[in-house]
């Protein structure tokens, strides 16, 4: 079966500051390996995308290295509003980080919110890393400004409830659920370890990970999350929060598909239709990805390309593989091998 080359709207890179755990080169072959032809890197790198200075490294780094197209976030700091606009047409989205996360970005006064979302250009999307509260009081800002908001890794109940609403009201704002938050929950933590069950938001009840199934139709993309850190991390006594993502997405929603809780429009739709309206990413041409939709197979990390040597699905039976991946023309990845090169991603904001 063919589909369209898929896109990953919420991805770590890790580089600059934190290579052992993923850089631009592993990454973007775990999103090949994915079936990923596009990822978007988030600021939250060391030091963050917060300057011209920090993009022109970040920019570097992928143009050298990635090996799939890419598109980079700025982020939102509490002194670089003024900073930010002339590299507004260099970039994505900015990201808002208003919740405690991993990494130096956060907004913990409300007034800043503001005073970012008001001098904005519109064509840039807001993307908030917000958690219960932080996502009604978001939500109301970013209306009063007229500004797309779009919400990061929704995770509970309340908050799908409360952006069915938003929508309903005729709102703009969209939002992400994470393969976690639909495949896993609390009762998986004792399996997968307490320390490595760490990420933002946290593994939630089984009711809030239904609750995300019932209310499909408001969650507009699929994005991954993808936050590696390394076992040695994961398994020290001060975890750092996040789980790879990008090469385990694809199988669990093709096996979703087998069990009839999604259909394939449903995961097209979330996986590339929407993630490219939302973030106005351009078409990419003779680009495609084959699966094999009944392979059964096990998730295995010692068989992945991140760098970071785990996965919270470690094995976990599933439905449906990815066979080749077909970018701009030539074969990138085909049944497990890596064809394309580092340096041959563009960036999707150059000119
Ligand atoms: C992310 C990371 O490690 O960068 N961790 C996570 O648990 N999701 C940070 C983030 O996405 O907020
Ligand atoms: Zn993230």
Known sequence: MRLPGLIDIHVHMREPGATHKEDWDSGTAAALAGGFTVVL????????????????????????????????????????????LPLADHAVGLKMYLDQTFGSLR???????????????????????????????????????????????????????????????????????????????????????????????????????????????????????????????????????????????????????????????????RLNTNPRRIFNIPEQPDTWIDVDMDETWEIRAAETYTRCGWTPFEGRKVRGRLRQVTLRGKLAFDSGKMYAQPGSGLNIRRK
């Open 41 to 84: 890197a988030m600021p939250n790198t060391q030091p963050p995308i917060t300057d011209s200075a920090a993009l022109a490294v970040v920019e570097q780094a992928a143009q050298t290295k990635a090996r799939c197209d890419y598109g980079i976030y700025l982020g939102a700091g509490a002194d670089n509003i003024d900073k930010l």
């Open 107 to 269: 907004l913990d006064d409300m007034s800043l919110w503001a005073k970012h979302l008001s001098g904005l250009p519109k064509h840039l999307p807001v993307v908030a890393h917000a958690e219960g509260r932080s996502i009604a009081a978001i939500i109301l800002i970013a209306s009063l400004f007229d500004h797309p908001i779009h919400l990061a890794h929704v995770s509970t109940k309340e908050e799908i409830l409360l952006i069915r609403q938003a929508k309903e009201k005729g709102i703009q704002v969209t939002c992400e659920v994470c393969p976690h938050h639909l495949f896993l929950s609390e009762k998986d933590i004792p399996a997968i370890g307490a320390r490595r069950s760490e990420v933002r938001p946290m593994l939630r009840s089984e009711e809030d990970r239904c609750s995300l199934w019932e209310n499909l139709e408001v969650i507009d993309c699929f994005a991954t999350d993808h936050a590696p850190h390394t076992l040695a991390e994961k398994d020290s006594p001060k975890p750092p929060p996040g789980y790879p993502g990008l090469e385990t997405a694809l199988p669990l929603f093709l096996t979703a598909i087998h069990e009839g809780k999604l259909t394939l429009d449903d995961v097209i739709r």
